[in-house]
């Protein structure tokens, strides 16, 4: 050491005295950071061993209470990659999945330690229409997945957000645990597929949101309180009822949906409130004042005016019963801001339903035609995915339709 | 018998990270992986890698962790895969300086009441004679032989694998790779593990 080179026997042992001081001094100040931390982590939700299943009658990660992050990964199937080949894949990504849901690492991962803690990690499978169409299953192709119209009002949707043979949709409350995923996901698909287009999501970080509420968007709207939220629920709006591969499957309707957050800047809160048909801080119908009572699309305010208004997304959005219903489980994007500081930011807008068709394209329909929020939104991605029905143990995903 | 000499394997080099050994586990894809009749051996984790991408497409590898639940160590004596007509067992070593695999003298002891890996860089049962190209996700069934005269089979899936190429200096392709001379040498072998005293030679 240096300072015992050059300063003699006396000077040596000062030091070792002041060092043993300082020794001292870090030992008592580690043990309080360590009660500290014990204390914090006494009263902390541990997240990281949280798991969620990957065999079942549904796949995991749709009506899964969604987690914090995100990605939703699109491929085309390369040329020459066949049904066969396709079930391949699903050997392979169905063996992956059940091990990294459980918190084992996949076969020949280098960085296995990442994988020791699922957080609540679910990944879902998707077929686009392109699937179908190129492996020749076009007759197996499940009757709810329909390719949207056109949407002139309102679509300005680029290539580099839509469409996609192959759908891997993965989601933990640990952006660590996404990414890793990703990476092991993709290097067992890329030898049969490309991808073409990988959109990154977030939601309130575990811990942040109001429980038994939904989550706030970029907008700084409650969204999510009116979803189908039971079982039975589910099984009226989500899940295909078969008969057929398809049963237990449902599809999927991504929409990246651009939020022009700058014009909307300019609105006053009540108008914002009025686009919406919801107060912006309780969540609650512009006719009552709790976020989930029912809205009385008939109540007039104190001008004699319809509380909730005819432009009103809440009115327009409003699903005709089950059969007409769709569960959202949207997720935030924010990108880089253009060279004028213009932000990036939108929603993610994912929905399920057993037939896009009879669910979701009125309801679309309905928010292009006269949705007061369009002035501020804007779609610029959009696909469609046939969400495969789950596996049990000792199946693969997809075997129904290609095993 | 004309020796082809030590096999220099392309990727597989002291730097390769061990495949995890992630507890008892039955593949998702396929049947239960232990189908020995008594269940005294039984495989985790098994996988095979893909010929996809690798320069020599006729030779690949088996890995997976064996476990002994029996009080008496036993050894894999030989091999079969439905792959191909030729299975080895091979270990690596380090001879003249160079990672070389080599038939493992003597067969793969899993030792009684424990396990022994076979993964990359390490033990491994080697497929040989590959006529058709094994693209990621097929199903190869290998059975093995122990020294007490019993066999265990098991299903497993091809998986792509980069190997240990991203650290490899000498710029050959596929983890498992050996020379085309080992390949065709290898034509006077039989299926099985070679006799103490060839384990130096390949063909
Ligand atoms: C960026 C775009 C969008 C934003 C910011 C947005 C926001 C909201 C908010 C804040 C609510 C009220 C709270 C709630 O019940 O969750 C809501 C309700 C709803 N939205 Fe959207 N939304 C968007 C796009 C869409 C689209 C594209 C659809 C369907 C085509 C849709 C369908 C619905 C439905 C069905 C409801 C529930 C209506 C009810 O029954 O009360 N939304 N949305
Ligand atoms: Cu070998």
């Not at chain 1, 931390?37 to 990660?61: C, I, N, W, Y």
């Not at chain 2, 036993?74 to 191909?84: F, G, I, K, M, Q």
């Amino acid at each position: 050491m240096l300072f015992a080179a050059g300063s003699g026997v006396i000077g040596g042992a000062a030091a070792v005295a002041a060092t043993a001081t300082a020794l001292a001094a870090d030992r008592e100040r580690s043990t309080i950071a360590r009660v500290e931390r014990d204390a914090l982590l006494a009263r902390s939700t541990f997240v990281g061993t949280g798991m969620e299943p990957a065999a079942g009658k549904h796949q995991s990660g749709v009506v899964t209470a969604p987690q914090a992050h995100s990605v939703f990964a699109a491929f085309d199937l390369r040329e020459g990659v066949d049904a066969a080949a396709v079930g391949r894949l699903m050997r392979l990504l169905t063996d992956d999945i059940t091990r990294v849901t459980s918190g084992r690492a996949a076969l020949a991962d280098t960085a296995a330690e990442l994988a020791a803690t699922p957080a609540r990690l679910t990944v879902t499978v998707g077929f686009g229409p392109g699937l179908f169409a190129r492996t020749g299953l076009t007759e197996q192709q499940p009757a709810g997945l329909v390719e949207l119209p056109a949407f002139p009002k309102i679509d300005q949707l680029q290539d580099r957000w839509s469409g996609g043979d192959l759908l891997l949709h993965i989601c933990a409350d640990d952006a660590m645990v996404v990414a890793h995923t990703q990476r092991m996901l993709l290097k067992d698909t890329r030898a049969f597929a490309v991808p073409r287009w990988f959109q990154r999501g977030f939601r309130r970080a575990v811990g942040s949101g109001i429980p038994g509420s939904g989550d706030r968007n970029l907008m700084g709207q409650i969204d999510g309180t009116v979803n189908p939220a039971t079982d039975t629920e589910f099984d009226a709006v989500v899940w295909d009822t078969g008969p057929g591969w398809f049963a237990g499957g449902t599809t999927m309707v991504l929409r990246r949906i651009r939020m022009d957050l700058d014009r909307w800047d300019e609105l006053d809160r009540s108008a914002m409130e009025q686009v919406m048909g919801r107060h912006l801080d309780t969540g609650a119908p512009l006719s009552g004042s709790a976020e989930h009572e029912e809205p009385d699309l008939a109540a007039l305010d104190f001008t004699g005016l319809k509380a909730i208004p005819d432009f009103a997304h809440l009115r327009l959005a409003r699903g005709d019963g089950p059969a007409r219903q769709i569960l959202r489980r949207p997720y935030n994007y924010d990108d880089s801001p253009d060279a004028d500081g213009a932000s990036d930011v939108g929603q993610l807008f994912c929905s399920y339903q057993a037939d896009i068709g009879r669910q979701f394209v009125p309801m679309q329909q309905r928010l292009a035609e006269s949705d007061l929020l369009n002035k501020w939104t804007t779609p610029v991605g959009s696909a469609v995915f046939a969400i495969l029905p789950g596996f049990e143990a000792g199946q693969w995903l997809g075997q129904g339709l290609l095993g | 018998m004309a020796c082809a000499g030590l096999l220099i394997v392309g990727g597989c080099s002291s730097a390769q990270e061990p495949v995890p050994a992630n507890g008892s586990v039955t593949p998702a894809a396929g049947p239960p992986a232990a189908a020995e009749a008594d269940g005294a051996v039984t495989i985790a984790d098994s996988w095979v890698k893909s010929t996809l991408g690798a320069e020599d497409t006729t030779m690949t590898a088996a890995f997976g962790v064996l476990t002994n639940h029996t009080d008496k160590d036993l050894t894999v004596v030989s091999a079969t895969n439905s792959a191909s007509g030729r299975t080895e067992l091979h270990e690596m070593a380090m001879a003249d300086g160079a990672m070389v695999m080599r038939p493992v003298a003597g067969g793969i002891t899993v030792p009684a009441g424990g396990s022994t890996t076979l993964e990359p860089g390490g033990l491994h049962v080697m497929i040989m004679d590959v006529q058709t190209p094994l693209p990621p996700g097929e199903q190869v069934t290998v059975s093995l032989t122990f020294d007490n005269g019993s066999t265990m089979s098991f299903q497993t899936l091809t998986k792509e694998f980069a190997g240990a190429n991203e650290n490899y200096q000498g710029g050959e392709t596929g983890g498992m790779s050996m020379g085309t001379d080992a390949a065709t040498a290898g034509t006077e072998h039989s299926a099985g593990v070679s006799t103490p005293g060839t384990a130096t030679s390949h063909g």
